[in-house]
């Protein structure tokens, strides 16, 4: 039970930080003012870096967990194999969000507020698709 609620806690800090950073990418491609311009960089960067040891955390324990309690079951588990994949595009949406925190810092935003606003709801979806199938195991 202890892998489970470090793995729970480290991946709520995670989402966390998934909720927030798009949502200052909203507020950055809006702004046009120099000095709020380089506070957002500021924020995005220290927040991508901090969310980022969360991501590896929550990976870790979650492997430990799928090593010790679901590997010899985990071919009949395939409610188990979607929330790795949705796993695994939840990490390239992270890794995306750093390549747009860089690309703000080059002052290089290449859209418009308004699909900051969509994007900033793919977490919320990632997030009740692998709790559902974490807690119901559908399949």
């Known amino acids: 039970m202890w892998l489970k609620a470090w793995h729970l806690f480290f991946m709520v800090s995670w989402f966390a930080g998934l909720f927030y950073l798009p949502r200052l990418f909203v507020y950055h491609a809006m702004t046009s003012d120099a000095a709020g311009n380089e506070r957002f960089k500021i924020m995005e960067r220290k927040l991508y870096r901090f969310t980022t040891p969360w991501m590896a955390l929550t990976l870790i324990f979650g492997l430990w967990m799928l090593y010790d309690y ?57 997030l009740l698709a692998i709790v559902l199938l974490a807690t119901l195991k559908p399949w």
Request: aromatic share 20%; hydrophobic share 50%.
């Open 70 to 126: 679901a590997w010899q079951a985990y071919g009949h588990m395939l409610w188990l194999r979607i929330k790795l994949v949705l796993i695994g595009l939840l990490v390239a949406y992270h890794l995306y969000c750093g390549r747009l925190v860089k690309q703000f810092a080059e002052d290089r935003n290449p859209h418009p507020h308004t699909w900051y606003r969509w994007f900033n709801e793919i977490p919320v979806l990632f």
